[in-house]
């Protein structure tokens, strides 16, 4: 999974015609570093282009795109939020379900 490190990347990630899971996180968040110990598996179970933002970082993004609670995944196609998890009380399962209910 791929860092973002500027506002300017995450606009060029979200704007591909595919669609992409961003995981809005922090350093210090203990929901986080719980997903952080299986995102692997997901990623190479759902095949998408998997980038990770840091919303202490860029708070205006967490602003913009409702990101109330993290960890959240959020899924982004040509520009648009077209689904999003907030993923602190999900189990493995859960985000499997959520993840294949995401339109391709």
Partial sequence: ?????????F?????SPETVIVKFETGWCPDCKR????V??????????????DRDQFPELGRDYQVLGIPS?????S????AHLRADNQSPDEI???LKSIER
């Fill in 73 to 77: 995944l959020l899924a982004f196609k």
């Fill in 40 to 53: 692997d598996d997901l990623v190479q179970e759902f095949p998408f282009k998997w980038y990770s933002a």
């Fill in 11 to 15: 606009n060029k990630v979200i704007n």
């Fill in 96 to 98: 499997r379900d959520y």
């Fill in 35 to 38: 997903l952080n110990m299986y």
């Fill in 79 to 82: 520009g648009k939020k077209t």
């Fill in 1 to 9: 999974m791929k860092a973002i490190n500027s506002v300017e990347e």
